[in-house]
């Protein structure tokens, strides 16, 4: 394979090539320090963006902080499932933790958040969770073969979206564009996303996602409505997306914590 030169694309087989680095070597890093660093026996991880959110979820009943074991915050709940957050927003930053997550034993990841509307018929507060999203960002095409879209894990997605349904009045099931570029967003790419039935923009689904994919372990996302592209509308404080980010993050933590077997039997795939 030929290095592209300054300024052209990498091909399409850059996801082929073996890396450097392994994220197991953080992981060897950090158990010679704490021997105890250890996420396997864990229901999984959600990853959370928005501090005010991530203060709330510290404070649940029986939470507890665990030692830094990657960069970012990490907090058991009563339910064995990790919060993780303080490491940033976007795709790479999220990817990168992961990473260090699932080198550490991490089975399973749901990743919720803030994300703008494409169409006219979402509003604040809505929670929509991610069938799957479209890849504009740059992360997922290090991992996985060019597509236009990667997929949630149907499993997962089915019980987060039975969730929130017990929680939410509306919830919706649907498309995701994740881009990095938050201030380049144009009205062309809107239009053309939402003609393919893509519901909301935001940073990290498609990176979360591919590393999951990548790595073989179940993945799915949440969003929050905040703010609308589709009828320009900058974010405000609204108590209606701050209400809509702790049902999302009931809905996850109970998502993860269900357990297998009979339980799962009556939740279908979307």
């Known amino acids: 394979m030929t290095v592209p030169g300054p300024g052209a694309a990498w091909p399409a087989d850059k996801h082929r090539l073996p890396a450097l680095t392994d994220p197991a070597e953080h992981a060897a890093y950090i158990r010679a320090r704490h021997p105890g660093a250890d996420l396997s ?11 005010s959110l991530a203060v709330h979820a510290a404070r649940g009943d029986g939470t ?8 970012a915050d990490l907090h058991l709940t009563r339910d064995d499932v990790v919060l993780c957050s303080g490491f940033g927003r976007g795709a790479p930053a999220a990817g990168l933790i992961l990473e260090q997550l699932i080198a550490l034993g991490a089975p399973a990841v749901v990743t919720i958040g803030t994300a703008a509307t ?3 018929d979402l509003h604040p507060g809505d929670l929509v969770i991610c069938r799957d999203a479209a890849r504009g960002e740059g992360l997922s095409h290090h991992y996985l073969a060019p597509d236009r879209y990667v997929s949630a894990d149907t499993h997962l997605t089915a019980l987060l979206h039975a969730e929130a349904e017990q ?21 062309v790419e809107v239009r053309q996303y939402a003609e393919e039935g893509v519901l909301t923009a935001d940073m990290e689904a498609a990176g979360i996602l591919a590393v999951a994919r990548y790595r073989d372990i179940p993945a799915t996302a949440g969003m929050v409505i905040a703010d609308s592209l589709a009828h320009r509308t ?3 404080d609204s108590h209606q997306t701050r209400e809509g980010l702790v049902t999302l993050l009931d809905a996850a933590i109970h998502a993860l914590a269900r357990p297998t077997g009979a339980d799962r039997k009556g939740v279908r795939a979307p």
């Open 167 to 187: 929680c939410a009045h509306a919830v919706h099931l649907g498309r995701t564009w994740t881009t990095d570029a938050l201030y380049r967003e144009s009205a």
């Open 234 to 236: 900058p974010r405000t």
């Open 118 to 120: 494409l169409t006219g």
């Open 41 to 51: 026996h864990t229901a999984g991880v959600v990853l959370l963006y928005q501090s």
């Open 64 to 71: 507890r902080p665990l030692e830094r074991w990657v960069s």
